[in-house]
């Protein structure tokens, strides 16, 4: 049994190192020259008709990540596919580079993809693609940074500020009369009928 332990660690150890060089081949893939990629990101994010940006590309959000590895697996026809989470946290502990201010600001785009997959009726979504001239406020990547800006107390971008105080002198008067309820009975019929009961 303890002649086994040791084999068994080399065996991890002889398994892990190829998927960490698969790892490594993924993280120095070409993406944002990769046509193909750029567009079904396009699609992934919301924005078929436009491929994605170099900034989109490079943002580290989760979304873009896993789009990446089943690109990846799907381009290199690796048997099993890359593992996402594996490689979440192989590129948490791999010492890298200052990140880029691109990959830093993710629009919100990558955001709007996950939320209309779930949320936003089929219509809606056409009816923003009609309107590509509007741009769409940029919104905080992740939760933890969100958290962040409300506890500082700091503006959340993107995010419409309302103010808490109601307009005075915007108000116009009914014009129309009131609705009567089953119950009522008009005044007129009411003594029509009381007199008629009194008969």
Not at 108 to 131: C, F, H, I, K, W
Request: aromatic share 8%; net charge negative; hydrophobic share 30%.
């Amino acid at each position: 049994m303890v002649g086994d332990t040791p084999r068994q660690g080399s065996q991890l150890v002889e398994t892990q190192e190829p998927e960490i060089d698969l790892f490594r081949k993924l993280n120095s893939y070409p993406f944002s020259t990769d046509v193909e990629f750029a567009k079904g990101l396009s699609i992934i994010l919301g924005h078929p008709d436009i491929p994605a940006t170099k900034a989109e590309i490079d943002c580290e959000d989760d979304l873009v990540v896993q789009a990446k590895c089943f690109y990846f697996s799907r381009k290199e026809q690796l048997s099993p596919p890359l593992d996402f989470k594996k490689f979440k946290t192989w590129l948490g502990s791999t010492p890298t580079a200052e990140p880029s201010p691109d990959a830093e600001i993710c629009n919100y785009d990558s955001q709007r993809a996950s939320v209309s997959e779930t949320a936003v009726p089929p219509g809606l979504v056409s009816m923003n693609q009609q309107s590509p001239s509007v741009q769409e406020p940029a919104y905080p990547s992740s939760f933890s940074r969100i958290v962040e800006l409300i506890t500082t107390g700091q503006q959340i971008p993107g995010i419409q500020q309302i103010p808490d105080t109601v307009l005075t002198g915007h108000d116009t008067p009914s014009e129309k009369p009131r609705r009567r309820k089953p119950w009522e009975v008009d005044d007129e019929f009411a003594r029509g009928s009381e007199s008629a009961v009194e008969n």
